[in-house]
Nanobody
Framework: QVQLVESGGGLVQPGGSLRLSCVAS????????MGWYRQAPGKQREMVAV???????NYADFVKGRFTISRDNSKNTVYLQMNSLKPEDTAVYYC??????????????WGQGTQVTVSS
């Protein structure tokens, strides 16, 4: 089992920035790919960004150039730096870990989620 705990969400004005963090614990030897998903009210959950243990990344088109995913393997932590935030980025953001690759990723474990609200 792997436990994922997110932090860093909150309320930010349009154009602002936030940095999400996620710490993994438990059976961390099984952690390879990590990623962030989000779910807005009334919408389906969608992939935001994925990163492999080797640092290969994949981003959804709607965040390219604005969001950056990174990880510190020594701390079992993955980050999501979100810049130029828009109201449509408002959602609950979930940290995940699973198997596959940056472009063929299947989450196995999910965090509890952290709310990001972009509003003036």
């Amino acid at each position: 089992q792997v436990q994922l705990v997110e932090s860093g969400g909150g309320l930010v004005q349009p154009g602002g920035s936030l940095r999400l963090s996620c710490v993994a614990s438990g059976s961390i030897v099984s952690i390879n790919v990590m990623g962030w998903y989000r779910q807005a009210p009334g919408k389906q959950r969608e992939m935001v960004a994925v990163i492999t243990s080797g640092g290969r990344t994949n981003y959804a088109d709607f965040v390219k150039g604005r969001f950056t995913i990174s990880r510190d393997n020594s701390k079992n932590t993955v980050y999501l730096q979100m810049n130029s935030l828009k109201p449509e980025d408002t959602a609950v953001y979930y940290c995940t870990t699973g198997s596959g690759s940056a472009y063929a990723y299947s989450p196995d474990y999910w965090g509890q989620g952290t709310q990001v609200t972009v509003s003036s």
